[in-house]
């Protein structure tokens, strides 16, 4: 070993703990509903991993996407008691229940009028976007969900990618009532620097109110477990007042 290799050396690695985030409130845990777990064996073995890192409580959301994937509580419901079930069966000792991510289309609006909404916590409800365009009915709709007594949340605002260049776009979202969601992935540079860049900002701001692993598949997992370690990620986090443990 030269005389300054220490110099090169990378960041001690941390133990994998990420107990003080404890609620998952976004992710595509329950089998075959989207384009996430794919069968019930996926979905169990994405929970117990999760729940070695530190998490206890899981509030899957699937999307719902009247053109791509038309989830309803009906839909839902079969697979989470299958996954319920499960858990028991394996003594996991976790709780789970769910509640949806809803993409903001014209669809949408019918899905407010009917009273069709599955939210969590506090009445939140978690709402997203395309990674194309805005929704153009997004502050309208948010202005309804506050109206009728919902807490619209916003999921990975850091991902569109038509607001990094926008300054005050995301204060608007904030101004209006609307809480935020950041992907925990994003600080990886999982999906690109630039967002990555977006989602530091918007933590160093105190922005956001909720984490999440938005969860889909083994590499998401593997990333997972990877930044767990990571004493930079785990500062950016902690440094945050997480509504998470209020679930």
Do not use: W
């Not at 110099?7 to 976004?26: E, W, Y």
């Not at 991510?101 to 939210?119: G, P, S």
């Not at 969860?215 to 990333?223: C, G, P, S, W």
């Amino acid at each position: 070993m030269g005389l300054f290799s220490f110099l090169k050396s990378t960041p001690a690695r941390i133990p994998a703990d990420l107990s003080f985030i404890g609620v998952d409130m976004h992710s595509h845990l329950l089998p075959a509903l989207d384009d996430g777990s794919q069968n019930i064996d996926d979905s169990i073995h994405f929970i117990k991993a999760l729940h070695e890192l530190g998490y206890h409580k899981f509030i899957c959301t699937p999307h719902i996407i009247s053109d791509m994937y038309p989830n309803t509580k009906e839909t839902i419901d079969p697979a989470y008691e299958l996954v319920k079930a499960r858990l028991a069966e394996e003594n996991i000792p976790v709780e789970i229940s769910y509640a949806a991510e809803f993409m903001v289309n014209a669809d949408f609006d019918q899905i407010i009028k009917d009273e069709k909404l599955l939210v969590f916590g506090k009445n939140y409800v978690l709402i997203e976007m395309s990674y194309m365009a805005a929704s153009p009915n997004i502050k309208e709709v948010i202005f309804d969900l506050i109206m009728r007594g919902y807490k619209p949340v916003l999921a990975h605002p850091e991902r569109y990618s038509y607001y990094h260049n926008r300054s005050g776009a995301i204060d608007d979202f904030i101004d209006a009532g609307c809480l935020l969601q950041v992907n925990i992935l994003s600080l990886t540079g999982m999906y690109g620097k630039e967002v990555k860049r977006m989602a530091e900002a918007l933590i160093s701001q105190k922005l956001i109110s909720f984490a999440g692993t938005d969860l889909h598949h083994d590499r998401h997992l593997a990333m997972m477990q990877q930044l767990a370690t990571d004493p930079a990620i785990i500062n950016q986090l902690q440094s945050l007042k997480l509504l998470n443990s209020e679930l």
